[in-house]
Nanobody, 123 residues
Framework: QVQLVESGGGLVQAGGSLRLSCACSGRTFRDYALGWFRQAPGKEREFVAADSWIGGSTYYADSVKGRFTISKDNAKNTVYLQMNSLKPEDTAVYYC????????????????WGQGTQVTVSS
């Protein structure tokens, strides 16, 4: 079992920044690839960013490439999503997820999910 707890969401003006954190516990942090997804009201959950195994590659949705950065601190068992130049269309609940499959963009390939954290970007 893996437990994931997100934090860091909030209200920010367009052009601002937020850093989301996802604390992981349970199974060894290094056994899983970590990803971030988001879901806006009335829309399907969509891929945002993913990391792979230790020292692996990172993957981003085209809509966030160049603005968002995924990183992780293995010592703290925590994965981060740094979000810069935020836009109103980034408003959503953001979820952290863990998967055996590295770099997947498909929600159902992720085995564990956090409870989500709300990000609201005002114009």
């Amino acid at each position: 079992q893996v437990q994931l707890v997100e934090s860091g969401g909030g209200l920010v003006q367009a052009g601002g920044s937020l850093r989301l954190s996802c604390a992981c516990s349970g199974r060894t942090f290094r056994d899983y690839a970590l990803g971030w997804f988001r879901q806006a009201p009335g829309k399907e959950r969509e891929f945002v960013a993913a990391d792979s195994w230790i020292g692996g590659s990172t993957y981003y949705a085209d809509s966030v490439k160049g603005r968002f950065t995924i990183s992780k601190d293995n010592a703290k068992n925590t994965v981060y999503l740094q979000m810069n130049s935020l836009k109103p269309e980034d408003t959503a609940v953001y979820y952290c997820a863990a998967a055996i499959v590295a770099g997947s963009t498909i929600p159902h390939e992720y085995d564990y999910w956090g409870q989500g954290t709300q990000v609201t970007v005002s114009s």
